[in-house]
């Protein structure tokens, strides 16, 4: 396993990364990035165990509905980019157990890297989503072939792969890019079918990043973002040559959209666990801002926590149905339940905005208009701000200032935005888990019952 320190050395390998118009040299000591870099360093430190032997837990993979659920306080804990890292590895050996019968070739090379992802303690970024050019035109029908990440040119020592994936969170600072088809593939589409393990430091790999963090040197009014804010990558494939050994899918289009379907399983078990966590802190702060507001007792102000309250304990109760009904694979990899997966995380997503508004709601106008934590020590305005934002006996001035600032950067500021965005995109958007919870429920079934509850059984409509 690494140190903190050792992985912040392991950046320093010659990656072409960007960062608004100049390429970043030492990520460590970049102002902006550098924090993100550092919030990976400790986790590296949190999961550090010396020994050969030694392995992260959050990597390995789980066999029992029992060791999926001790993953959620794990990954609760976890930053960004190691929860990638165990989706990432969760997507390789869903794919490996589905496509190991027709390829046993590509299932072997997926385990053997699996193995030594785990070994090495390497962080893996997922790269799903293409340019895609014209939405309304397949890969194939594109004015630029390039529009989707295709294989250029091959050898007999590997292939070239060019193109891009968009919304890469933490790209510049893991060790691998996941290279997954970003859907079905279709005959004529054979180079776009293409799967692949790329270094972030090969050849012709380049990273333009974007993030949320804050630009204040006082971040104090900024709780959450300047805590956990992350790189979202545009990572561009410019003739990057990949090794035969590291080829995961080639060609196989019948194949394609089982790694898409692979990663969108993990990614919405991922998000459902984000979001049963959100909604609780959601309820949580509109219950202390409605106390400290002096409207907690106000029967509107009630009803909408009530609702709070009704969709977080919806989605946790997704979330261990999910888990609970879990399936186990031939080669005793535990995955959850498509149907309760899917349909929890679209219900999460789907109504994540609605419960945001009755936290600004319940809120007020002050979310966006307090004044900085820093006003509070100006000897002009800090008795004053003190004395305006109390609202009585119990309820210190300071105290509903740093409320309304966590409000704010949680759920209406840059974060915010990037949050609202990422649950309802993450993983798929929301056609694409209703296209899966419909795959997965048993209509026919719902038929028979609703047939023999008309007294119909037996009949044919037809």
Same mark, same amino acid.
């Given at each position: 396993?690494?140190?903190?320190?050792?992985?912040?050395?392991?950046?320093?390998?010659?990656?072409?990364?960007?960062?608004?118009?100049?390429?970043?040299?030492?990520?460590?000591?970049?102002?902006?990035?550098?924090?993100?870099?550092?919030?990976?360093?400790?986790?590296?430190?949190?999961?550090?165990?010396?020994?050969?032997?030694?392995?992260?837990?959050?990597?390995?993979?789980?066999?029992?509905?029992?060791?999926?659920?001790?993953?959620?306080?794990?990954?609760?804990?976890?930053?960004?980019?190691?929860?990638?890292?165990?989706?990432?590895?969760?997507?390789?050996?869903?794919?490996?157990?589905?496509?190991?019968?027709?390829?046993?070739?590509?299932?072997?090379?997926?385990?053997?890297?699996?193995?030594?992802?785990?070994?090495?303690?390497?962080?893996?970024?997922?790269?799903?989503?293409?340019?895609?050019?014209?939405?309304?035109?397949?890969?194939?029908?594109?004015?630029?072939?390039?529009?989707?990440?295709?294989?250029?040119?091959?050898?007999?020592?590997?292939?070239?792969?060019?193109?891009?994936?968009?919304?890469?969170?933490?790209?510049?600072?893991?060790?691998?890019?996941?290279?997954?088809?970003?859907?079905?593939?279709?005959?004529?589409?054979?180079?776009?079918?293409?799967?692949?393990?790329?270094?972030?430091?090969?050849?012709?790999?380049?990273?333009?990043?974007?993030?949320?963090?804050?630009?204040?040197?006082?971040?104090?009014?900024?709780?959450?973002?300047?805590?956990?804010?992350?790189?979202?990558?545009?990572?561009?494939? &410019?003739? @990057?040559?990949? #090794? +035969? *050994?590291?080829?995961?899918?080639? /060609?196989?289009?019948?194949? %394609? =959209?089982?790694?898409?379907?692979?990663?969108?399983?993990?990614?919405?078990?991922?998000?459902?666990?984000?979001?049963?966590?959100?909604?609780?802190?959601?309820?949580?702060?509109?219950?202390?801002?409605?106390?400290?507001?002096?409207?907690?007792?106000?029967?509107?102000?009630?009803?909408?926590?009530?609702?709070?309250?009704?969709?977080?304990?919806?989605?946790?109760?997704?979330?261990?149905?999910?888990?609970?009904?879990?399936?186990?694979?031939? &080669?005793? @990899?535990?995955? #959850? +339940? *498509?149907?309760?997966?899917?349909? /929890?995380?679209?219900?999460? %997503? =789907?109504?994540?905005?609605?419960?945001?508004?009755?936290?600004?709601?319940?809120?007020?106008?002050?979310?966006?208009?307090?004044?900085?934590?820093?006003?509070?020590?100006?000897?002009?305005?800090?008795?004053?701000?003190?004395?305006?934002?109390?609202?009585?006996?119990?309820?210190?001035?300071?105290?509903?200032?740093?409320?309304?600032?966590?409000?704010?950067?949680?759920?209406?500021?840059?974060?915010?935005?990037?949050?609202?965005?990422?649950?309802?995109?993450?993983?798929?958007?929301?056609?694409?888990?209703?296209?899966?919870?419909?795959?997965?429920?048993?209509?026919?079934?719902?038929?028979?019952?609703?047939?023999?509850?008309?007294?119909?059984?037996?009949?044919?409509?037809?």
């Amino acid at each position: 396993m690494l140190t903190g320190e050792q992985y912040k050395r392991s950046l320093a390998d010659g990656r072409a990364t960007y960062f608004e118009g100049n390429r970043i040299d030492d990520l460590p000591r970049h102002p902006i990035l550098g924090q993100s870099v550092n919030l990976v360093a400790g986790g590296y430190d949190h999961w550090y165990s010396p020994g050969d032997a030694a392995r992260n837990p959050l990597m390995s993979i789980p066999r029992s509905a029992e060791e999926l659920r001790a993953r959620i306080p794990m990954q609760h804990g976890a930053d960004i980019l190691a929860l990638v890292t165990y989706q990432s590895i969760m997507t390789l050996s869903t794919a490996k157990a589905r496509i190991e019968p027709a390829l046993p070739q590509f299932a072997r090379r997926i385990r053997d890297y699996v193995e030594k992802a785990q070994q090495d303690d390497i962080r893996i970024v997922e790269c799903i989503t293409d340019a895609k050019g014209d939405r309304s035109k397949t890969p194939a029908e594109q004015d630029d072939p390039d529009a989707y990440t295709h294989v250029v040119d091959r050898s007999d020592k590997g292939l070239v792969i060019r193109g891009a994936k968009l919304h890469i969170t933490g790209a510049s600072l893991a060790h691998e890019l996941m290279v997954i088809p970003t859907k079905a593939m279709h005959r004529g589409e054979e180079s776009y079918a293409i799967a692949c393990m790329v270094p972030v430091n090969a050849p012709g790999v380049k990273i333009i990043n974007t993030t949320y963090a804050p630009r204040h040197e006082d971040t104090r009014s900024f709780p959450f973002s300047s805590r956990v804010h992350m790189p979202e990558g545009f990572v561009i494939f &410019d003739d @990057v040559f990949v #090794p +035969n *050994e590291r080829v995961m899918l080639d /060609g196989q289009t019948e194949m %394609a =959209a089982l790694f898409a379907h692979a990663l969108g399983l993990w990614e919405r078990l991922g998000g459902l666990s984000d979001m049963a966590e959100q909604a609780d802190q959601l309820v949580g702060f509109a219950q202390l801002i409605a106390e400290a507001n002096g409207l907690a007792s106000v029967s509107h102000v009630r009803e909408k926590i009530s609702e709070m309250i009704i969709h977080a304990t919806l989605v946790r109760a997704a979330l261990e149905a999910a888990i609970s009904n879990c399936e186990i694979t031939a &080669d005793a @990899v535990a995955f #959850p +339940n *498509e149907l309760f997966t899917n349909a /929890g995380k679209y219900h999460a %997503a =789907a109504n994540y905005n609605l419960m945001v508004r009755h936290l600004h709601d319940v809120s007020g106008g002050s979310i966006l208009t307090a004044p900085n934590v820093s006003d509070l020590e100006n000897e002009a305005t800090g008795a004053l701000l003190r004395k305006y934002m109390s609202t009585g006996k119990g309820v210190e001035g300071e105290y509903r200032l740093r409320l309304f600032h966590a409000i704010r950067d949680l759920t209406a500021d840059a974060f915010g935005g990037w949050r609202q965005v990422t649950n309802v995109q993450a993983g798929g958007g929301l056609y694409a888990q209703r296209i899966v919870t419909r795959r997965y429920y048993d209509l026919n079934g719902a038929k028979r019952k609703a047939l023999e509850a008309a007294g119909l059984a037996g009949k044919s409509g037809n």
